[in-house]
């Protein structure tokens, strides 16, 4: 039976105490209505309708590449309410999931487990609580069947003792749903049209309710304040971390790493403390993260160093390079096997060639290396002349000395030698020898002013 998702985002959020609605609040670097979105669309489904009302703007603006349907809820009557403005965008022959944008880490397999051939009746996904405080109570008759859902406020003190609590997260016929929804009201504390009224008018009706439950009650927590919403972000990067560890990874402290992307990481990686990981990053067999070190949408090959404190940015590192520390590597930088870049080193949309070196305090920009070269420490590459960018192309076996300059647009030829302290203006031929430095001058017996 086709699928479709109604995802409630319209509330306000106002214990975020933000401009930003509640659902573009980041977990893991995503908005938290992208990962409901996401679930939604693994689960396979074939309509995707989100009910936005507080910020509604921003919020389609953020989220302008979802494959959804936008319905607009002026005003926040109620959860009822709010299923009832989705279920206008839904085939209604459909089976409809409801989820809430706030609610970001429901599990697939949760959700599958719920969706589990539940043909005519209506599906609901609930959880024991320690402390039900504010949700609502499961209301069960003598066969355990389910028979009503009690709001915290509307509950009597008896009802309130109830652990088993409501998730929010249920699923029935879109007609089951709507000729249901269409017979509740807003008689109760809130004076809203409670989503959760149906369970009692489908008990009088003789439609089942079948229950299911997460693997904790992390799936169904949403975020009302910014103290859950670093609750669940620790929940979900440690769920990272194990199934990393799982995998093979070695984490110096799994509670000190952050993923915050898809990240592909091979067996036999060891990743030290204070690592981030952001958008696509790939790291190979073998490779050791030191402390401190960002990674973002890189590919990083086997057997790699990147010692600490480092930042990469959009770069591809092949096999056998060592990184660092304190090395920044920006977008479109390309480090060839076996090549070597150290400490406060930075590249930029450059090659370095196979086997080569830039060790030390260099900055290399739109350059392109070949293989064995040697960087001095402190060598720049002039790329920029104030309005266009220009090239330095350095071939093979090429050593600069220290403290040089290399004003682009510039070639230097295989087997150069530049001496220390060179400004490079021209191209230069293969195997020549450049020195371009004032040659040294002595005046003896020289005499510094002195302060009286
Ligand atoms: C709701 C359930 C409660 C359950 C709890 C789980 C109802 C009446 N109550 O309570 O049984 O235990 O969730 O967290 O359903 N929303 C709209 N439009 C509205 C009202 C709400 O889009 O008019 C959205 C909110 O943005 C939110 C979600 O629906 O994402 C839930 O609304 P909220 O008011 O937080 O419900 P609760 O009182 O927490
Ligand atoms: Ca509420």
Not at 76 to 90: D, F, S, Y
Not at 196 to 209: H, Q, R, Y
Request: net charge negative; hydrophobic share 40%.
């Amino acid at each position: 039976m086709a699928l479709s998702v109604i995802i409630l985002a319209a509330g306000k959020g106002t214990r975020m105490k933000s401009a930003l609605p509640k659902v573009l609040h980041p977990l893991a670097n995503k908005p938290l209505v992208e990962h409901v979105y996401e679930t939604a669309k693994k689960l396979g489904a074939e309509e995707i309708v989100i009910v936005y009302g507080h910020g509604g703007e921003q919020v389609k603006a953020k989220c302008y590449h979802f494959d959804a349907r936008w319905v607009e809820q002026k005003e926040q009557l109620g959860t009822g309410h709010a299923v009832q403005h989705g279920l206008e965008a839904v085939n209604l022959e459909n089976d409809v999931l409801v989820l809430y944008g706030d609610v970001p880490l429901t599990t697939t397999d949760s959700l599958k487990l719920l969706l589990e051939d539940f043909n005519n009746k209506i599906a609901l996904m609930t959880v024991k609580l320690d402390n039900p405080f504010g949700y609502g109570r499961i209301i069960r008759d003598k066969h355990d069947k389910v028979v009503a859902i009690v709001e915290q406020k509307d509950a009597s003190d008896e009802q309130k003792l109830i652990a088993e609590v409501n998730s929010g997260i249920l699923a029935a016929k879109g007609r089951t749903l709507n000729d249901l929804l269409n017979r509740i009201d807003n008689k109760n504390v809130q004076g809203e049209y409670y989503l959760t009224d149906i369970f009692s008018l489908a008990a009088n009706d003789g439609i089942e309710v079948v229950t299911s439950h997460p693997s904790g009650a992390w799936e169904v927590e949403g975020v009302n304040n910014r103290l859950q919403l670093a609750t669940l972000e620790r929940i979900h990067q440690m769920n990272i971390a194990n199934e990393l560890m799982t995998n093979g990874v070695a984490l110096a402290d799994p509670a000190r790493l952050d993923v915050r992307g898809d990240v592909d990481i091979s067996n036999d990686v060891f990743i030290d403390v204070n690592v981030v990981l952001e958008g696509n990053v790939k790291i190979g067999k073998g490779t050791t993260i030191g402390p401190n070190v960002v990674i973002i949408d890189s590919t990083i090959g086997e057997n790699v160093v990147i010692k600490s404190n480092c930042v990469i940015e959009s770069t591809i590192i092949e096999n056998n390079v060592d990184v660092g520390p304190f090395a920044r590597l920006r977008p479109e930088t390309h480090l060839h096997e076996k090549s070597r870049v150290g400490n406060f080193v930075e590249i930029k949309k450059s090659a370095i060639g196979k086997g080569s070196k830039v060790n030390h305090l260099s900055y290399i920009g739109d350059t392109e290396m070949g293989a064995d070269v040697n960087i001095g420490a402190g060598t720049i590459t002039c790329n920029y002349d104030g309005a266009y960018k220009h090239k330095t192309i350095i071939k093979d076996k090429v050593f600069v000395g220290s403290d040089s300059q290399l004003v682009a647009p510039v070639t230097i030829g295989q087997g150069v030698t530049i001496g220390a302290g060179a400004t490079i203006t021209k191209d230069v031929e293969d195997d020549a020898l450049v020195i371009s430095r004032v040659p040294q001058r002595h005046i003896n017996g020289w005499k510094r002013p002195q302060k009286k």
